[in-house]
């Protein structure tokens, strides 16, 4: 394979940027593999406290809000939908007459 390199100079060029690569990939993987930095080592450190912020939760509603779900489940065959119409049963409406739709030619 020396032989064939030494006749092409692209084969030789090829090389050397396939080698280069190879290099950096592997200061890479190296530089990856170290521990993070630290802060720096003092005094000034020691007494201090991190800064983590805990977010406050928020009062969940009471568990009887939720009872709908255990008691209708949804991934059950014989469960209904809840058709919620906004039309009162108590009202006593004529109901709407069929009207046939118009003949065109």
Known sequence: MI???????LGRILAAVCGGLALV???????WGL??????FGAENEN?????EIPELAVN????????????PAFNESRLPV???GIDEN????PEEDVDAP???
């Open 103 to 105: 003949s065109y030619q």
């Open 61 to 72: 509603d009471p568990i009887e809000k939720y009872v709908v779900i255990t008691e209708r």
């Open 83 to 85: 058709i919620d119409t």
């Open 3 to 9: 032989a064939w390199l030494e006749d092409n100079p």
């Open 35 to 40: 521990p993070p930095p630290g802060g720096p």
């Open 25 to 31: 990939a592997l200061l890479l993987a190296v530089i």
């Open 91 to 94: 009202l006593e409406e004529d």
């Open 48 to 52: 201090t406290e991190p800064l983590l």
